[in-house]
């Protein structure tokens, strides 16, 4: 469950008990028990949550596509995960993926990694993450190398 996703829960969560106090409130000669109550606040709490999250999403014309650049993000610290990474980067500008790499026969991080990021904002996001310092270890961050493409001549061969 990503950050998002919990603090849209804790949300529903909160206004399902505030409704639940309001409709208990209100509804205190009602015929209505306390699962019926706590239903209709957790039905209010779903819709709020859903409108509010909803409107911190940044518009986009769907017929526009947005063009990415991977920057390459070396000297990780080996217990930084990808939302950690997404996180940091995310403070730079909008992330579209982050691959970290693990070694292929112990499944350890290995340091570095890549992220994939609008390209308006990957500048942004070198000039301000290289060379900084994050979990005790100094970042470089810089434009991935494009993986050189096989020839023609090496996949007939």
């Known amino acids: 469950m990503n950050p998002t996703q919990q603090k849209s829960l804790f949300i529903v969560l909160a206004i399902a ?5 309001a409709a208990n409130a209100l509804l205190a000669d009602s015929s209505l028990n306390l699962g019926a109550t706590f239903s209709i606040g957790t039905l209010i709490g779903g819709f709020i949550a859903t409108v509010m999250s909803a409107s ?8 526009a596509e947005v063009k990415t650049k991977t920057l390459y993000v070396g000297n990780l610290p080996y217990k930084a995960n990808e939302s950690v990474v997404r996180e940091l980067f995310s403070e730079q500008g909008r992330v579209f993926n982050v691959r970290l790499l693990k070694d292929k026969n112990t499944g350890k991080r290995r340091g570095f990694g890549f992220v994939e990021m609008a390209e308006a904002d990957a500048d942004k996001a070198i000039a301000a993450l290289n060379e900084k310092e994050f979990q005790q270890r100094t970042l470089k961050v810089r434009a991935a190398k494009q993986k050189p493409e096989a020839s023609e001549e090496a996949v007939a061969s």
């Open 56 to 63: 911190n999403v940044p518009p986009q014309s769907d017929n």
């Open 17 to 21: 008990i505030i409704g639940y106090f």
